[in-house]
């Protein structure tokens, strides 16, 4: 699995479009990214997964520079209800991973 | 479609009991995962289940067991329950996509072992 790096924690205000960039230089070729969001005492949620370019879907966007080296989910207009723990994961598409999430980053969303 | 379902949401448990959790995956999805997280250790992969059959492992005990059924429904069992096994257990139902396998979480179950 390639080694990701995140920011441990952000802020941001209700209203403002938020961007969480991962760092994952080791990435290969049959890899894709993947984040996930995670409340307290849930299971994560999957939010979005992207190989290149840009991935749009109704929660968030993926944005994915052409050396596949970093990505960025940008939340658009966050709510309180934003208040996560997100994860970003480069998982391969060989078939079945076990996911190893790391200390992720920690979204504060103030009023 | 209905997600991950698991039942109990909450337990509680004496040191040596036995314990048996339950997981009903999301439909169509074959391959069932469990997940162990704990504020110490974070999020660690117990083992998964592919038509039936434990297709991988973890690191965790032999205390720590499961099964899948004909139905994709997956159970995990933990024997001689320790006061360090009490967390919140996930289950993850996943299916081959487009792009890597997108695996989707239950609310868990809460265990505490006293």
């Known amino acids: 699995l390639a080694k990701t790096t995140q920011p441990i924690s952000m802020d941001s205000y209700e209203g403002q479009e938020v961007n969480i960039t991962c760092s994952h230089n080791n990435i290969a070729t049959n890899d894709y990214i993947t984040w996930y969001q995670q409340f307290p005492s849930q299971g994560p949620r999957f939010i979005i997964q992207?190989?290149?370019t840009k991935v749009t879907n109704e929660v968030a966007s993926l944005f994915i520079p052409a050396d596949r080296k970093s990505s960025t989910l940008s939340l658009p207009r966050v709510s309180l209800s934003d208040t996560a723990v997100y994860y970003c994961?480069?998982?391969?598409?060989?078939?079945?991973?076990?996911?190893?999430f790391g200390t992720g980053t920690r979204l504060l969303v103030s009023p | 479609k209905a997600g991950v379902t698991q039942t109990p949401r909450y337990l509680i448990k004496t040191r040596g009991q036995q314990v048996t959790l339950s997981c009903s995956p999301i439909s169509g999805h074959r391959s069932v995962s469990w997940y162990q997280q704990t504020p110490g250790q974070g999020l660690q992969f117990l083992f998964e289940?592919?038509?039936?059959?434990?297709?991988n492992k973890g690191n965790f005990p032999g205390r720590f067991s499961g099964r899948q059924f004909s139905n994709s429904r997956s159970e995990m069992n933990v024997s001689t329950l320790e006061l360090g096994d009490s967390a919140l257990y996930l289950c993850a139902s996943s299916s081959p996509g487009q792009g890597a396998y997108e695996q989707y979480f239950g609310p868990g179950t809460r265990l505490t072992v006293t």
């Open positions: 992207g190989y290149k």
């Open positions: 994961l480069v998982l391969s598409n060989t078939g079945f991973q076990k996911l190893v």
């Open positions: 289940y592919f038509s039936e059959t434990q297709r």
